[in-house]
């Protein structure tokens, strides 16, 4: 008996063990109380105040694989299509509108395994701060009092944020393994929001600082796998250019060329070797030739290439924030006073009496990277006719119940009565406002993947009027929608870059490493010449 006893107590012994080994594998389990309650309010997930430590634990770890292993499952088909598209992986339309084979597809192409997110969250100073711009580094290092040597660019400061990033922590008396808003102090409001549209995430509506922080500290992970397998992608086609290329100029040596480029690297070459061995010869000790003019200069050309293709996510995050800002400013030339007004007054920003069009276009520009604060009355512009006729029924104001009674009343003149109603509440704050507000955030969280879905040709197309925007000729429900869409984001959300923007611009970068590689390869014939040119369209046509 005493045997049996000894056995189950050695079994659960090791079944403890066991699992108190599994446990402390997970990132959370050496988290602070403050990092645990951070992340559940980071992700939306309610807990109770206050509460223990285990409690705390206990929920990250029930979201925790929902959250960071594989955030995906909660996406809709529209993103999970989004994703493979970015991916290279076109879905037929049978199968674009089936989430769960949508996941099953994002799942197998997915960024990183459990263990690598795991091992990731453990070690948060070795990639959150690589999102960042050379300034943003620079403000860091600075306001930390982190020496940098001169000249400082992009990859020392990296390197020595990463190396200070503890004692930084520590000097502000805060934690650093689920960073605190310690880590954006030097960030305005615009540097979150911009890093957010850099990165094609809407920001919260309505927002604060602290909710823009959450949103860019929750959403870093995703950006800098993103960013590293895009870098990856580019640096490994501009090998295969940079190789394709040497072969092509190995081919085109002569005999003589060839006999020359292993004399001056002491490649010993047999008596009678033919020519097609000599090459053989010379691709063999290719990677060891960085000595000779020719093969060092490919080298150096190759090294510099792909190390400005894997800094070009900076270069990149700049020129997506361009063109996005372009593409706002061509947006905002064609609305109307109203709309321009409008967008001001959702983000809290004094209008000027009697300002001109072009003054109140010069302040949107200016706040193209605000955040909208809080509700509006223009935040009924958007709701669907149902929205809109189940709020004027609830908001408890006469007038607007009977307007919601009324027979034949137009979307325009429900969309009047609830800015009325809502303009109401607002002026009598308390229990009203409370509500109004309340119903606005169910509103629009339900409403938000599914704007304009419903709405009529005609309600479209009075939408776009308020904007000021001309409707082409012959446009079909899909593409009005579509026009609706884009201006609604740049009227919510203001300048926002598309997710695969930044990823294009990195694209771009890797062309520009294969003309590099041509240029520093220094190719002497003809021949040569023609047969590089080749490659290099190939390289631009397969990209």
Not at 78 to 87: H, I, N, P
Not at 93 to 119: H, I, M
Not at 350 to 359: G, I, L, Q, R
Request: with cysteine.
């Amino acid at each position: 008996m005493r045997i049996s006893v000894t056995l189950i107590s050695l079994a659960l012994g090791a079944s403890s063990v066991m699992g108190s080994s599994w446990f402390s594998n997970a990132a959370y389990n050496k988290w602070h109380e403050n990092e645990l309650e951070r992340w559940l309010s980071d992700h939306n997930v309610p807990y109770p105040t206050p509460a223990d430590r285990k409690d705390l634990e206990k929920l990250v770890q029930q979201n925790w694989e929902s959250n960071v292993v594989s955030p995906y499952k909660n996406w809709d088909a529209a993103k999970l299509s989004e994703y493979l598209k970015l991916k290279g992986i076109e879905t037929k339309d049978t199968a674009a509108s089936n989430k769960d084979y949508l996941v099953n597809q994002v799942q197998g192409t997915w960024y990183e395994s459990e263990d690598k997110a795991q091992s990731a969250w453990s070690s948060v100073k070795d990639w959150i701060l690589d999102t960042w711009t050379e300034s943003q580094l620079k403000s860091f290092c600075d306001h930390h009092g982190i020496p940098v040597p001169q000249p400082r660019k992009r990859d020392t400061l990296l390197e020595r944020a990463r190396t200070a990033y503890d004692t930084a922590a520590k000097k502000a008396g805060e934690t650093a393994a689920y960073p605190g808003n310690w880590l954006y102090e030097t960030w305005s409001e615009s540097d979150l929001k911009e890093w957010l549209d850099t990165n094609g995430i809407p920001a919260p509506q309505p927002t604060t600082r602290d909710k823009l922080i959450a949103s860019v500290r929750r959403n870093s992970r995703l950006a800098y796998l993103r960013m590293q397998e895009t870098s990856a992608s580019a640096q490994a086609s501009a090998k295969a250019a940079y190789d394709s290329v040497t072969d092509k100029l190995i081919d085109s040596w002569s005999e003589s060329q060839l006999k020359e480029f292993c004399d001056k690297n002491s490649i010993n070459v047999p008596q009678g070797t033919k020519v097609n061995q000599l090459r053989a010869l010379v691709r063999k000790h290719r990677a060891e030739l960085v000595g000779d003019t020719v093969s060092a200069t490919a080298a150096s050309a190759f090294g510099a290439a792909t190390s400005n293709v894997g800094a070009g996510y900076a270069q990149a995050t700049d020129s997506a924030s361009k063109a996005a800002q372009d593409a706002f400013d061509k947006a905002i030339n064609t609305w109307s006073e109203t709309r321009l007004k409008a967008y001001l007054d959702a983000r809290g920003v004094p209008v000027p009496h009697a300002s001109k069009t072009d003054e109140l276009r010069a302040l949107v520009r200016k706040h193209s990277h605000k955040a909208a604060s809080g509700w509006t009355a223009w935040t009924f512009d958007d709701l669907s006719y149902d929205n809109l006729k189940a709020y004027l029924a609830a908001s408890g104001n006469e007038a607007a119940k009977k307007a919601s009674e009324k027979a034949g009343a137009t979307r325009e003149d429900l969309v009047k009565a609830a800015q009325s109603a809502y303009a109401s509440a607002s002026s009598a704050g308390g229990s009203s406002y409370a509500s109004a507000t309340n119903y606005l955030a169910k509103a629009t969280d339900s409403a938000k993947a599914s704007t304009f879905d419903t709405w009529s040709d005609s309600e479209l197309k009075a939408y776009l009027d308020s904007y000021g925007i001309p409707v082409p000729q012959g446009s079909n429900l899909n593409e009005l929608r579509a026009l609706a869409r884009r201006q609604w984001t740049y009227f919510k959300y203001g300048t926002s870059t598309p997710t695969g923007t930044i990823f294009a611009k990195i694209g771009e970068n890797a062309k520009a490493t294969w003309d590099w590689v041509m240029t520093q390869l220094n190719i002497g014939t003809e021949a040569a010449k023609k047969q590089a040119q080749e490659v290099n369209a190939k390289a631009h046509k397969e990209l």
